[in-house]
């Protein structure tokens, strides 16, 4: 069933490159919201970015900005400048809001386009706290964390490989966002709001408890390997050369793994011998090595298919430990994470996609079409040549199986699928692109054709534009934009 997004008809500007920002672009994108990339001429600077695909773009850019438009200036000169003024500010109320890490310049200040609109949401992603430069790899090393990271007997700090700050930088970003527009929405009110890596960091090394320990005992915390602080954690050779990953953080699951294992006299015998209660997590911590070898031998007796068998029905938390490799072959069998699906996408072939929504569903089987219907009730109402089922909820009428957007008609007395439901939006700069259902049947008319637009409708038909047919010089949409053109990029499902 379909379901409209929770912000759909947003319209959000994102001017910035690297992980922070497009990565906030990309959750509201997820939730339903318009997003218009701007991106300089010959494309931003991690536009060919690592890993590559087989034609040598980048995997990394396409995946951040899947579903997004994109609009090419020259933000060199000032007629591209005055043009992402206006491309901000433009929108009505549901625009409005710009994310960009670009700092310093006069012509994208926040005084300046809060001259011509007082209600923008404008949040900047910055590296340290006072505005300077920095990135995820230079924070981190920064923050303390490099030196808590990596095997017991490290030579030196390590950088972890996930940019954790950039990432979570990225949601901090997207939350700023929506906690301006719920403002906004009450008081009239913008916001000019600024999210730095640094200050990211320090705030979640503070709230784990990093720092605060740092500072009272005044110590730093140790590389553990893959030891886990303060409980029990830790990694198990098995007997056909994998590892594997065991937790027990409470005290059912220590019993469990001691059940599994056959170790609990000689943990009881143990614990009598040091003095320690292991139904802590505190002394399981600081007995790890001595537990972990007393447990070594079991796993190392066991192929992962035998150590799975055992632990599979027991409390204890585990896990293999495997390669990208491993995880791709899951999800080609069917198997894997819910929210990731092959796509085929012109220029890379057959991909691995984030799907939005899909989160917390498992691969099931198919299941009959009458157990499909929605809870509530429902009747069957025609709507052209296609039945579709309307819910009967006051208030609002939402329809499953269309696939054009639409405005509800209930919302003007008139019942769903006998007149004609218009939901429109402007395209970038402002040109016209209306998606309008007629009898449960929808068509596009818009006059800026090369916009990326993600909805899925039945006929497409585009009218108006000479861009259509290749020819941009006499698109007013691409005049407008000052570079002469607007760019097709990385078309994919939203």
């Excluded at 972890?160 to 009239?188: F, K, M, Y």
């Excluded at 006059?447 to 941009?472: E, K, N």
Aim: one cysteine or more; hydrophobic letters at 40%.
């Amino acid at each position: 069933m379909a379901s409209l997004a929770p912000l759909a008809g947003l319209r959000v500007v994102e001017v910035g490159s690297f992980i922070a920002v497009p990565s906030a672009g990309l959750a509201l994108r997820q939730l339903g919201a318009r997003v218009i990339r701007v991106d300089p001429v010959g494309g931003a600077p991690d536009i060919g970015r690592w890993p590559l695909g087989r034609d040598g773009r980048s995997l990394y850019w396409a995946g951040l900005n899947r579903g997004k438009e994109s609009v090419v200036l020259d933000l060199a000169g000032p007629a591209g400048q005055r043009t992402l003024r206006r491309l901000v500010c433009a929108g009505g109320a549901a625009g409005g809001v710009l994310l960009t890490n670009v700092a310093g310049q006069p012509w994208l200040s926040d005084d300046l386009l809060r001259r011509h609109r007082p209600d923008l949401i404008y949040v900047q992603v910055a590296g340290t706290s006072d505005g300077g430069s920095a990135v995820d790899y230079t924070v981190n090393a920064a923050s303390g964390l490099a030196h808590a990271t990596g095997p017991e007997d490290g030579e030196g700090p390590l950088n972890q490989a996930l940019p954790a700050w950039d990432l979570l930088a990225g949601g901090h970003t997207a939350v700023a966002v929506l906690a301006a527009l719920r403002r906004r929405e009450s008081t009239g009110e913008g916001a000019c709001l600024r999210v730095a890596l640094e200050d990211v960091a320090a705030s979640t090394l503070t709230t784990l408890g990093f720092l605060p320990d740092a500072h009272l005992r005044l110590r730093n915390r140790p590389a553990h390997g893959n030891y886990v602080y303060g409980t029990f954690g830790a990694d198990m050779p098995l007997a056909d050369g994998g590892r594997i990953m065991i937790v027990a953080l409470t005290s059912r699951q220590w019993d469990s793994l001691l059940e599994v294992t056959g170790t609990a006299r000689a943990a009881a015998a143990l614990a009598a011998a040091l003095d320690a209660d292991f139904r802590s997590e505190g002394d399981r911590y600081l007995h790890r090595h001595v537990l972990s070898a007393l447990m070594r031998p079991w796993f190392e007796a066991r192929s992962l298919a035998e150590a799975s068998a055992a632990l599979g029905g027991s409390r204890v938390l585990w896990a293999p430990f495997r390669r990208f490799t491993d995880v791709v072959r899951d999800l080609r069998g069917g198997g894997g994470s819910p929210v990731v699906a092959k796509v085929a996408e012109e220029g890379f072939g057959e991909i691995l996609h984030h799907r939005p929504g899909a989160a917390g569903r498992r691969r099931r089987a198919a299941r009959p079409r009458a157990a499909a219907r929605p809870a509530h009730r429902v009747r069957p109402q025609r709507a052209g040549r296609r039945r579709a089922w309307v819910s009967s909820s006051a208030g609002s009428a939402t329809t499953y199986g269309i696939s054009a957007t639409s405005t509800p008609s209930s919302a003007s007395g008139r019942r769903p699928g006998r007149a004609k439901n218009w939901a429109s939006m402007s395209t970038v700069c402002d040109t016209i692109a209306t998606y309008q259902s007629r009898g449960g049947s929808g068509y596009e008319r818009t006059y800026a054709p090369c916009c990326l637009h993600s909805h899925r409708l039945r006929r497409r038909r585009t009218v108006g534009c000479p861009a259509a047919r290749g020819d941009h010089r006499g698109c007013r949409a691409a005049r407008l934009a000052g570079a002469g053109r607007l760019c097709r990029r990385w078309l994919g499902a939203g």
